[in-house]
């Protein structure tokens, strides 16, 4: 039997590791003594403010107190000199306070009537360019009238007058006669007579005495300012010439059609300044 060769091993030993322990705790003392100091100092520093601002308000406070009073006595010596009481001197302030309020209220108004008026006047300045609009349209239809009235009294026809030598623009028809009355120039009454009945046209008289359809001819009398004029066998559409009035003018009567049934209708024609009847008989 062989002898059995003994290996010894060296024993186990923990210094190693308790030194690390100890270095790590020593480490973590030394943060929490490092840590400790700032906080501390922090603490102190806040302290030192937070006694600073109480000593602040302190101050303060004794300073309000200190206005309160002063002005309490100012208020007490402004009292004394007014000879007003407390009240009174409340019921002024209410009275001032409103009358601001007032005023405030009033400018309000006043901004806001300005905004209306402004308003209106740009409404009104938009209304006066739609009226000029307007009058421009208006002038410009009534020079187109002018023009068809100058145009259609171009094509009425003139005849002369059995007493004046110069010519007379007569109408045919009732249309015509619309043309002649918008001239202006002279005053016009559409009648009809039957035979033998006198009948009151404008300011005279006039009686239907013969008619002659077939010849479209017919003689009637004329009563003005007391005298008679009778025309005798006259034509339509012929001007039939009197004059009349205080001061004599010109009036002119036109049969524009006689009827079967005796009977004729035309106008009579008179000056504009002429006299007007109280009450015409058409």
């Known amino acids: 039997m062989s002898e059995e060769e003994v290996v010894e091993t060296p024993p186990r030993t923990h210094s190693g590791a308790l030194l690390g322990a100890i270095g790590a705790a020593l480490l973590l003392a030394l943060g929490g003594l490092i840590w400790s100091y700032t906080l501390s100092g922090k603490v102190t520093t806040q302290q030192t ?30 009292s004394s000199q007014l000879g007003l009481t ?11 306070l409103v009358r601001e ?29 739609d009226v000029k609009t307007d009058v421009g349209g208006v002038k410009t239809d009534l020079g187109q009238t002018k023009s068809d009235l100058a145009a259609a009294v171009a094509q009425l026809t003139t005849m002369k007058g059995d007493l004046s030598d110069h010519g007379s623009l007569i109408a045919r028809n009732h249309d ?9 120039d002279r ?13 009151p046209v404008g300011t005279v008289s006039l009686e239907l005495r013969k008619t002659d359809p077939k010849k479209n001819k017919f003689t009637l009398v004329v009563y003005s300012d007391d005298k008679q004029y009778e025309k005798k066998d006259r034509n339509t559409n012929e001007p039939l ?39 015409t008989g058409q």
């Open 101 to 129: 309020q007032r005023t405030e209220a009033n400018t309000a108004k006043l901004a806001t009537a300005q905004q209306q008026t402004a308003q209106q006047v740009t409404q009104v300045s938009s209304a006066v360019t």
């Open 187 to 199: 005053t016009f009454y559409e009648f009809t007579l039957a035979k033998g009945v006198k009948k």
């Open 49 to 78: 403010e937070l006694d600073g601002a109480k000593a602040q308000n302190v101050k303060l406070e004794a300073e309000l107190r200190e206005t309160d009073a002063r002005l309490k006595v100012a208020t007490d010596e402004l």
């Open 86 to 96: 407390q009240k009174q001197l409340d019921t002024r302030a209410q009275e001032i």
């Open 241 to 279: 010439q009197f004059y009349a009035g205080k001061d004599p003018m010109l009036f002119e009567i036109v049969v524009n059609s006689v009827s079967v049934k005796n009977t004729v209708s035309g106008y009579l024609s008179v000056p504009k300044s002429a006299p007007v009847p109280a009450s």
């Open 176 to 184: 015509e006669l619309e043309v002649l009355k918008h001239k202006g």
